[in-house]
């Protein structure tokens, strides 16, 4: 089932050839939801485009245009407004045959895409040996909510985690290791560094201390690379150990992912250099093997080189990032390669794209795309960090979260005079502390940074998980209240709509799709958090307004679907969001 957007530009670009001829078959009909509800629900403003090309004015190209549209199915008569806008009103018919045409599908009318890809998104990425930290928050749950995204709309989603498990600091880590766990490496399940921030710190001071401990850890990095037996024992170690940390703020998290670290590549390394050099973009700077870009200048204003090998015949970050585009085109045959990063990182994805295009290593039709986000804030406005300046466990950022949600449950039910079980406050404090985490971030739009509030995430007011979760929990209130099951209210149920409110929150659960497609295309979640949000809006200004039990037959059946209609799309937009919803709160 196309949206009703899709329709209704569909229709009006037949009005255009009709009225113009074929050449305007692909002319953009330029179709938005309209400003305000008297001009309708939306406007066409294409009219005023075509202007100096048709050489008329405007209106009397938009009167040319209705003259030829036939929406009669779905708009009243369609109304020219002002310098030429066609502003077009649903008609509540249709509104109401949509709506219980979708309430009978699982997916709520939703189609699946009809030209799916193979969608590749890299998200949260963290580093072995170090914790993961706020800053890898947005990454993974920006990346994990595109990804749900994309698999709801029908494509094949390769989630992955571009583990950094290689490189020079795992001398330093290794050496360390066989230093002070020598027990580790010849008794199996011997290995517990405990808080891995600290071994890595007691690590990195033993390393710029220590002439002698540099100078073993540069050999263990040769020792790594060639593949000693019990250097590479080692290195495993310490990557099993950093996993299963990562494991449990993952479950926490509710994220699922396939782990590829830079280690996977590290056989590819050597072709991408080899490949480079066929094609003739590489050059020789300072011993080292680079690639001049485009539009990149260093301070002093002269080309600024990508390397890919270093002058010692080492490879760097570049070069792993080069041979892993490579492996998921060649490999993973991806359509669509997404990378979620900090936009720190804006100019590294904006150069070694630029050397795979150079090198004609992507398909036509291939899009390479970086979805940068901003940092998180404290209540300062600076950097989020704890009161000593450290920068902040994630792992801790969650508890505090679960915390504070818990307090707040206790209490309500206090105030309440509600007893519940301890299972029940668990549940709870789980599900609204990590949510808020969640949604908070979401609902800003990435690319800007924001500050991170627990006060302002938990409220239980203003676009918040709290006010969805609430407005999930009212829906299932009206069920248990009155013991209805929502599934089964009797073949001859309609849905009818007579009161104001009533046709406003039909128009917005009709948009959804509109939505989704839109998040599809520009990657934006808090597109689809507006959309949660002002559901969750006008839901409740529907059952402040309209009695829904109270009610009299047809309106007391009609108005139960609506809101089964919008639990269903509240649990189904929150889960695209990686948020689980409740029952009771």
Known sequence: MNSTQQQLKNKLSQALIAAFGAEYSYTDPILVNASNPKFGDYQANVALSLSKKLGKQPRIIASEIVDKLDVSEICETPEIAGPGFINLKIKTSYLENQLNTIQQDARLGIPKTPTPKKQIVDFSSPNIAKEMHVGHLRSTIIGDSIARILEFRGHDVLRLNHVGDWGTQFGMLITYLKEVYPQALTTANALDIGDLVTFYRQAKQRFDEDKNFQEIARQEV?????????????????????????????????????????????????????????????????????????????????????????????????????????????????????????????????????????????????????????????????????????????????????????????????????????????NVAEIVGISAVKYADLSQNRTSSYIFSYDKMLALKGNTA????????????????????????????????????????????????????????????????????????????????????????????????????????????LNLLGIRVLERM
């Open 466 to 573: 709290p006010y969805m979760l609430y407005a999930y929990v009212r829906t299932q209130g009206i069920s248990r209240e009155g013991n209805i099951d929502f599934t089964n209210l009797g073949t001859d149920a309609k849905i009818l709509l007579t009161e104001d409110t009533e046709l406003t929150l039909a128009k917005h659960l009709l948009q959804l799709d509109e939505v989704l497609t839109e998040v599809e295309q520009d990657l934006l979640p808090n597109r689809l958090c507006d959309y949660l949000y002002q559901l969750s809006d006008k839901f409740n200004k529907f059952y402040e307004n309209c009695p829904v039990l109270k009610s009299e037959e047809p309106a007391r059946t009609s108005r139960l679907m609506l809101c089964d209609l919008t639990a269903r799309t509240l649990k189904l937009g």
């Open 222 to 426: 040769v020792k790594l690379q060639a593949g000693a037996p019990d250097t590479i024992h080692a290195w495993k170690l310490l990557c099993e150990q950093s996993r299963k940390e990562f494991q449990i703020i993952y479950d926490i998290l509710d994220i699922k992912l396939i782990e590829r670290g830079e280690s996977f590549y590290n056989p590819y390394l050597s072709k991408v250099v080899e490949d480079l050099e066929k094609t003739g973009l590489l050059e020789e700077n300072q011993g080292a093997k680079c690639v001049f870009l485009d539009g990149f200048k260093n301070r002093e204003g002269e080309p600024l080189p990508l390397i890919v090998q270093k002058s010692d015949g080492g490879y760097n970050y570049a070069t792993t990032d080069l041979a892993a585009l490579r492996y998921r085109i060649l490999q993973d045959n991806g359509n669509r390669i997404i990378y979620v990063t900090d936009e720190g990182q804006s100019n590294h994805f904006s150069q070694f794209f630029q050397v795979a295009k150079k090198a004609q290593w992507i398909p036509e039709n291939m899009e390479l795309v970086h979805v940068p986000f901003g940092l998180v804030l404290g209540e300062d406005g600076k950097k989020f960090k704890t009161r000593s300046g450290d920068t902040v466990r994630l792992r801790d950022l969650l508890d505090e979260a679960i915390s504070r949600a818990r307090q707040d449950i206790e209490k309500r039910l206090q105030d309440d005079g509600r007893i519940e079980s301890e299972e029940f406050i668990t």
